[in-house]
């Protein structure tokens, strides 16, 4: 069945990063490694604002696979199927799979026809969690991507609008300015494709001063 996943997220400097941690320690019940990889076909998800994620936390036999389909800034539907991290593995290695066909069929329901998928992002994530109280769920995070770190934390909650006071106490206890953080796959995408055009840059420049030496020459 599929869950609706409500959360607030606000970006992080690392000095609020580490202030958040110390003070929360004994908040912070869970500590994990996990790989988040991403995968679309030819940017049609992406256009459908829906990501596709692998989820392998560090030291567990079983892995996800989640389609998130938002349903506004701070709600996303999510359709998640369990399956063996040696599947999920082999998947990341190959860069691309087959869907389930509980995910084919929930996108055309939507009417989106997809059945292989290629990676598009990966990111490895360190991230502490843990309950402030029955509505409200902690996190920390700290990703990895494309030569990049950034840290954001994020607090999933029952209700956004009993909720939102709590985590708007938290920013202004260490005072965060309010910067909702866009999706992980988005700020991935967004340095790869930084870093494609830097590398374009340098061989166009790398061509130009052959051409300058070739004229010299001759």
């Not at 369990?82 to 066909?101: C, E, G, R, S």
Request: charged residues 25%; glycine residues 4%.
């Amino acid at each position: 069945m599929p869950e609706i996943e409500k959360e607030f997220k606000n970006l992080l400097t690392k000095e609020q990063y580490e202030a958040i941690a110390g003070d929360y320690q004994s908040v912070f019940t869970k500590d994990v490694t996990q790989t988040n990889s991403y995968y679309d076909y030819e940017g049609l998800l992406q256009q459908n604002k829906m990501a596709l994620r692998i989820r392998i936390v560090e030291g567990k036999e079983t892995g996800e696979i989640t389609l998130k389909i938002p349903q506004s800034s701070l709600e996303v539907l999510e359709y998640t199927e369990v399956l063996p991290v040696d599947i999920l593995n082999a998947y990341n290695h190959d860069k691309q799979f087959a869907l389930p066909t509980s995910l084919q069929e929930t996108l055309e329901n939507k009417g989106i026809t997809l059945q292989t998928v290629n990676q598009t992002a990966l990111l490895t994530t360190h991230r502490l969690e843990g309950a402030l109280s029955e509505n409200e769920w902690l996190v920390l995070d700290e990703s990895h991507y494309n030569g990049k770190v950034d840290y954001e934390t994020e607090m999933e909650v029952r209700s956004l609008e009993l909720s939102e006071p709590v985590f708007l106490g938290i920013l202004e206890k260490y005072k965060i300015e309010r910067r909702q953080a866009e999706s992980k796959i988005k700020r991935a995408l967004s340095t790869r494709w930084v870093q494609t055009s830097l590398v374009v840059q340098i061989i166009l420049t790398f061509q130009q001063n052959m051409l300058q030496w070739c004229y010299k020459v001759s």
